[in-house]
């Protein structure tokens, strides 16, 4: 169990890069378009048409099937509360994926949000 | 900037965003338990595992709850900052260990609570403090 339990970390830091991927991409199609105010039901079928057509939403898609599949594979190993709680790894890559990609400054409270997480991380891993 | 408006639709949409996370996750988990025997030790079983994961109708129901949430989450941001949305979306790290709990019988030590109140508190935090990111972007 020990050391499936390691691969199977190393599985959910997978899901959580996927992921990462996935949400920059995601965020950026979505940056490219916008909604106008009051939001109605034809008005988000539009938004959602146009969303499907930047060809970004696509990379985003194939990293969250990805993502998805190593996801599966994790839930029929381990209990899900483990693994969502592992998963939140992905705040910390996507705080540094946003720090290098979109030159943000890392303020002190995202650094105190990270290490928070990690300490998160390390208690759910002992338990 | 108007984006930043949070008005009680899009926090109530949000709160249905955490739900349908749920209820993902938990289908997710169903899929994946018929196949909980399964080992990948070459290639070929990846593709067997996955068959025999997707023949699940648990796996449909919660991918057609991921493209439900997907729609709603792509609204949301473009209406309000995600730093806005993850801090009230973040619930459902609370809500995925009590529906561990009440529908899987898992079991979570007071360790792990603990664990999941920091991964909690540090995911506001870090969302938070994106909020100062917004003038250089746009």
């Keep these: 169990m020990k050391e499936g339990l390691t691969f199977i970390f190393f599985l959910i830091v997978l899901t959580s890069i996927c992921d990462t991927i996935n949400q920059l991409f995601l965020k950026s199609a979505i940056n490219s378009l916008s909604l106008a105010s009051p939001i109605t039901i034809i008005k988000i079928i539009k938004f959602i048409i146009a969303l499907i057509r930047v060809p970004r939403v696509w990379i985003s898609f194939l990293f969250s099937v990805l993502s998805l599949c190593i996801w599966l594979f994790v839930l029929s190993k381990v209990d899900l509360n483990f693994a969502f709680s592992i998963d939140s790894m992905h705040y910390i890559f996507i705080a540094f994926a946003s720090k290098q990609i979109l030159k943000e400054k890392v303020s002190f409270k995202r650094w105190l949000g990270t290490i928070s997480i990690i300490i998160g991380i390390i208690l759910v891993s002992l338990s | ?138």
Excluded at chain 2, 13 to 40: H, M, N, R, Y
Excluded at chain 2, 92 to 98: G, N, V
Excluded at chain 2, 106 to 112: A, D, G, P
């Design chain 2, 1 to 138: 900037m108007f984006k930043k408006r949070l008005t009680l639709k899009v926090v109530l949409f949000l709160v249905f965003t955490d739900i349908l996370e749920t209820f993902t996750q938990f289908c997710f988990k169903k899929g994946a338990l018929s196949q909980s025997g399964f080992d990948i030790k070459i290639f070929s079983d990846i593709f067997n595992f996955l068959s025999g994961v997707f023949s699940s109708w648990f796996l449909w129901l919660g991918l057609l709850s991921v493209v439900l949430t997907f729609i709603i989450w792509s609204t949301i941001l473009s209406k309000i900052d995600l730093s806005v949305a993850i801090p009230i979306a973040s619930f459902s790290y609370i809500l995925i260990p009590l529906i561990s709990i009440i529908f899987l019988h898992e079991k979570i030590s007071v360790l792990r609570w603990s664990g999941i109140l920091f991964i909690l508190i540090g995911v506001i935090f870090v969302s938070l403090s994106s909020e100062e990111r917004q003038d250089s972007l746009e």
